[in-house]
């Protein structure tokens, strides 16, 4: 009778087993033969009425009480054993929970098993009943999942301590302590429940002011006890999710019904970039987040200033300088291992996708976590084909795309699509006698992929057909559309592709190149990206960078120091023929004076062809005086000669570079969460940034004033050479062999003018002429800490000088010649100016073997040659400038039989040099700082790419300056 009751459903059958086979049988039977006998027919099956009769079968005294608590532990995370409950709960459950064992797992009281739900059903009978009537779900989850959130703060307040395992010893690694399990087993699950999902009930709840005062009260008092907690149980990575995801939710809170909003999402990030920062340490001995984690903290952080009173207590660490203020925008740097790698971010940065080369065939595409910069997962790309004869300008013959859910990545002959939740790979082959090169492009919606091709035979002098663009449904690989370029268009070479937001239209831009590797113009193309027909094309008369705006309706025009902005307009619907026409009109001829190419340049210039447009577009450029609110800003930092992203309009979308080619990620709301990369030629690590900490760098106002200067300095034969510290003075260097001149340039962004303007003319050298004389001239030059002064270097046929000028007025302040006479052989130099820029200090080398130091004055006006540091002419030694102060110059000294590198100062009241200390011999150091007390000191070695942080420990014998050497491998830039 039961099965036919039942109706199949085994979980109405079960329960009913359960509830007879509870402690007193002889209670229920009766229950379940008035259930079997009654006329109810119409609900035998149904789970929700066995429910209720269960329900209504339990004492009423207890029943709602009862309820309360399993419909909580029903929305736990996770089931807890009866001792976590009783822990969290701070009350016994189980006399609660026994009358519904035939509903609830309830193990015995000293069990360690987790009390459970026997079906999800009960969870849904339990949100039915207690939503009442015309309530809103919000309101009724925030019933259950308030009192749970005020449960893990009291837990955690109750419950979490500094050094909670008792490991005492922040030196020794988990690994180190032998009965490291143990105590870490010894916590309470309920305090792991707490400090892991506070904020998954915390986002289900409406906010009032006691949720929000014991989040405020748990940030600052026991926020790090709970990074610690969590790393002793293995949880470091999810605490790094928790705090990014508890800031963003905060973050959408009235801040006018929370005072203490800033201060808390403050906290947060700032235990969110600690962690991050410090990740290795911290994972390593969970003690480190007190003893070098919060200690290193910057100076002005929220968490190092709220949590004083645990940098007051005893630690090993002692700064007396050094620190910085706030967080850096650079968060975690990504080792590539080779410089030969490219990168791609995914559409909400939360990814960045990167290949990297290993050897002719092989590659690996590689996922990370920008938030982390934790490797997710990566693929193997095996027997990789190249087409060095296509023409490539990047000269890479990879690229790769993120688009969301997949990677997109080709080399020449395919492009493959990577999905790597499932490690699935499909391939888009190349068509037949064509290869691949260029960017690709994926759709906002991920359904579309673009891809470039060319003829197979084609080169770089000889293009015998026209560049392809392609675009293929992602999800069938079928070709959808593709446009060519024109026939006297085929010379150009794609540098970007950009789909715009509704994914209606695709984006082109190409740009002409002489052979010389010098951009003379770019082209702008509009495609519709269902039929391939061309809607808008435009020339540029100069390199820039090309995407749409948020909204579709603006195409933004960039480089670093210049921006135009180009708005849709309503055109008159009718088929025409549009000829690319100059956007500024400079004279093309003078431009291009005194290059070969200019007479075959200006033929094809004359004669580019009238592009048939299907459906005519038009964009004019948009008045950036009349609407500002449309200005972008760039995102400059930490590269300050391109873009890292760029805002409008309240939204954000970060760039990256790659062989020439640029991609960007979606537009994004500007307050959201946004990583960047920056991808440095030539480097082997991609430094992720966290866009919301960059400095942004308005462009000039005036586009075309600016274009106009650079041509013009272009026209003169100067190009720039060099930017001082501060960024406000540029040098501009003579292109030819034999002119020695110079410009200094003043820099304002901000103007549509040179601040100012002078030249530079440096006297060189009179040397005799001998056939046994090197006469040729060598110059270097460097701008001081305040780009007060510029100093230029001159060394011809064994003679040498240095001259310093005021860099805003052009005028000399005088020069000193340099001795002795074998620092002419210098094959290469630093100079360093006392902060004061009273002080100049010179160091060559040459070929390791030998150095000098020359020190020159520059007070009164003037430049006076104060004394040298040079060994005998027969002894191969190394000096190494490291700092310069109004009255002294510190370097460090080693000679070949030497084990010892000493630190020497030179003082100027005696114009002597003494001893302050003695280390051990480096090695074949190249480049050497020092902190304010020298008991630290920064090091670079030849052929590495990494700084190396010393600690100078105490001295090895009483009485001598003798120092030991500790690395900090932890400070390793």
Known sequence: MLAQRANGRFIFAATIVRMIDQDQPHERLPLVCSMLRGDVEQ????VGHLYASIIDSVEPSTRETALR?????????????????????GLDVYPLLVPFSALVYVPPPDSRDAVQLYHSTLRDFLERRNLKQNEDSRVSANRIHHPLAIRCFRTMARMLKRDICELQDPSLLHDEIPDFPQRRDAVPRALRYACLYWFHHMERLLPDGEIQGCLLEFLEGRLLFAVEACTVLGELDSVIRLFRAARKHIMGWPASSFPGMEQTTGLL??????????????????????????????????????????????????????????????????????DQFELSLSPDTSQVAAFRRDTERTGTIMLWDTATGALITSYLLEDMTDAVEVVDVSKRKVEVTHGGSFVAFRDSRQCYLWWPSSQKVVKIAAPQAEVFFGPLAISRNSDKIASVSVSARASASDMSKSCTVRIHDTASLQPISSWTFPPRFKEFPIIGLDFSSKDESLLVQAEMVTQTGDCLFSLIHVIDSIDGQLLWHEQ?????????????????????????????????????????????????????????????????????????????????????????????????????????????????????????????????MQNDECFGIADIVGYITAPIVDLSLTATVPPIKSPKLEMCKALQLEIEGYTRLLVSKRGDVAVYGSKAARGNKYILVGLDLQSVRDTFRCNIVPDIPKVVHSPSVDISSREQFVFSPKSTYFAVLNIRGGRGHVQVWNSRSGVLIGSAPVSPPFFVRTAGWNAIFSEDETLLALSDHVHFTSSFIG????????????????????????????????????????????NLFHHLQWRKATSTSVSVSSIPNLGNIIHIEHSASFQRIYCRRYMESTESALNLKRPASEGTGMYELEEDDASKA
């Open 69 to 89: 608590y399993i419909s909580l532990l029903a929305n736990l995370a996770e089931p807890l054993s009866l001792s976590d409950l009783r822990l969290l709960f």
């Open 540 to 668: 540029f008369n100069n390199y820039c960078n090309a995407i749409f705006s948020p909204d579709d309706d603006i195409i933004l025009c960039f480089d670093i120091t210049n921006v135009i902005l180009l708005r849709r307009v309503v055109s008159p619907q009718n088929v025409r023929a549009v000829r690319p026409s100059s956007l500024f009109n400079f004279s093309l001829s003078t431009f291009l004076k005194d290059r070969r190419s200019s007479q075959q340049f200006l033929r094809s210039y004359e004669k580019l062809p009238a592009v048939a447009c299907a459906k005519a577009r038009t964009y004019k450029p948009v008045d950036l005086e009349a609407y500002p609110h449309d200005r972008p800003e760039y995102v400059a930092d930490p590269l300050p000669d391109k873009p890292v992203a760029i805002r409008q309009g309240g939204k954000i979308c970060a760039l990256t570079y790659g062989g020439g080619n640029m991609k960007k990620t979606r537009w994004r």
């Open 43 to 46: 609900v035998w099956g149904d």
């Open 855 to 898: 020190v020159y004055s520059l007070e009164g006006n003037t430049v006076k040659h104060l004394g040298s540091i040079s060994p005998s002419l027969f002894c191969r030694a190394r000096y190494l400038l490291a700092s310069v102060t109004h009255d002294a110059v510190n370097y460090f000294y080693y000679g070949d039989n030497s």
């Open 269 to 338: 990030y700032d235990a969110w970039r600690l962690v991050v920062d410090f990740y290795d340490p911290i994972n390593a001995s969970a003690l480190h987040i007190y003893e070098s984690a919060l200690p290193c903290a910057p100076e002005k952080s929220r968490i190092r200033l709220t949590y004083s009173r645990v940098l007051a207590e005893a630690t090993s660490f002692t700064f007396e300088e050094g620190l910085d203020v706030q967080w850096g925008c650079v968060t975690r740097v990504i080792e590539m291992k080779t």
